[in-house]
């Protein structure tokens, strides 16, 4: 099973500034099946990119992803009041369990 | 495109419970389906998900032998049966969508439900 681990667990950030996110796995994720979703208290989760760097349908052109093999990293380039929320990264694919990470919390400094 | 949770409640330990999500909007039989749980203020957990015509099933070992997820196409309904409830199975537990048709590959999930809760307590 391919654990993934998120780092930081909490993120503290003034708007306007640069979020880095990292999500590392125990293995490498093939063909860069690798998800990033924003989950916002008492709603369900978002997809924000797959693919590793593929925005999905209707997410800001702030958000970035990149990585492959082992490390992934989500970019959030310029941070808006409607960003501070908790993300998730899973890895997805053809071998079941579709695991996710821990999580990282952006909060507002 | 709309998913929708229900069935969920508060149950003792060693109870069952039947989890629903009705679909709409988009082709239900063409689409792997999937159940996703939240442990109150923990992350996200898969637990399971089942192909389109409902003869593959796989799931996360912590649930393996007590849940078992199904479809009904003709209802564009998808279930989750849960069996031998635990005090750690308490949740907020989503049905969720892969962003494509199957192909073989199982894909992000593009579509959430609001979630349903489970609660298992004596």
């Known amino acids: 099973e391919i654990v993934l681990t998120q780092s930081p667990g909490t993120l503290s950030l003034s708007p306007g500034e640069r979020a880095t996110l990292s999500c590392r796995a125990s293995?490498?994720?093939?063909?860069?099946?690798l998800a990033w979703y924003q989950q916002k208290p008492g709603q369900a989760p978002r997809l924000l990119i797959y693919g590793a760097s593929s925005r999905a349908t209707g997410i800001p052109d702030r958000f970035g992803g990149s990585g492959s093999g082992t490390d992934f990293t989500l970019t959030i380039s310029r941070l808006e009041p409607e960003d501070f929320a908790v993300y998730y990264c899973?890895?997805?694919?053809?071998?079941?369990?579709?695991?996710f990470g821990g999580g990282t919390k952006v909060e507002i400094k | 495109v709309q998913l929708l949770e229900s069935g969920g409640g508060l149950v003792q330990p060693g109870g069952s419970l039947r989890l629903s999500c009705a679909a709409s909007?988009?082709?239900?039989?063409?689409?792997?389906m999937s159940w996703v749980r939240q442990a109150p203020g923990k992350g996200l957990e898969w637990v399971a998900h089942?192909?389109?015509?409902?003869?593959?099933?796989w799931y996360a070992d912590s649930v393996k032998g007590r849940f078992t997820g199904s479809r009904d196409n003709s209802k564009n309904t998808l279930f989750l049966q849960i069996n031998n409830l635990r005090a750690e199975d308490t949740a907020v537990y989503y049905c969720?969508?892969?962003?494509?048709?199957?192909?073989?590959?199982?894909?992000?999930?593009?579509?959430w439900g609001q979630g349903t809760m489970v609660t298992v307590s004596s």
């Open positions: 293995q490498s994720v093939s063909s860069s099946y």
């Open positions: 909007g988009f082709t239900f039989s063409s689409y792997t």
């Open positions: 969720a969508r892969d962003g494509i048709p199957y192909n073989g590959i199982y894909d992000a999930f593009d579509i």
């Open positions: 089942v192909t389109p015509d409902g003869r593959q099933q």
């Open positions: 899973q890895r997805y694919g053809s071998s079941p369990p579709l695991t």
